[in-house]
Nanobody, 124 residues
Framework: QVQLVESGGGSVQAGDSLRLSCAASGRTFRSVFMGWFRQAPGNEREFVSAILWRDGSTIYADSVKGRFTISRDNAKNTMYLQMNSLRAEDTAVYSC?????????????????WGQGTQVTVSS
């Protein structure tokens, strides 16, 4: 079983930056890709970004492209999400997830393991 633990959330002003971390642990960690999703109150869960663990290829939702950067540290089994130029509409609970099965990165159903989520609040 893989455990995922997020950290780095908080409350900031619009235009500020935050960096989220997602540390993976467990008996065996083998992921095809890992991703970040977010969910704001009253909204459906939304894909934010994903990274292919093997070669580091990245994918972003249009809403965050150019502002957010996803990265990973293979040695530490840790994924990061650098969020710059934050906006009020970025306010949500951000969750990291890992996929061992592969598939389309945008679909939450393709992820096998999820973290507990971390709150990001951006005030305008």
């Amino acid at each position: 079983q893989v455990q995922l633990v997020e950290s780095g959330g908080g409350s900031v002003q619009a235009g500020d930056s935050l960096r989220l971390s997602c540390a993976a642990s467990g008996r065996t960690f083998r992921s095809v890709f890992m991703g970040w999703f977010r969910q704001a109150p009253g909204n459906e869960r939304e894909f934010v970004s994903a990274i292919l663990w093997r070669d580091g290829s990245t994918i972003y939702a249009d809403s965050v492209k150019g502002r957010f950067t996803i990265s990973r540290d293979n040695a530490k089994n840790t994924m990061y999400l650098q969020m710059n130029s934050l906006r009020a509409e970025d306010t949500a609970v951000y969750s990291c997830a890992a996929s061992g099965r592969g598939g389309v990165v945008y679909y939450a159903a393709n992820y096998d393991n999820w973290g507990q989520g971390t709150q990001v609040t951006v005030s305008s």
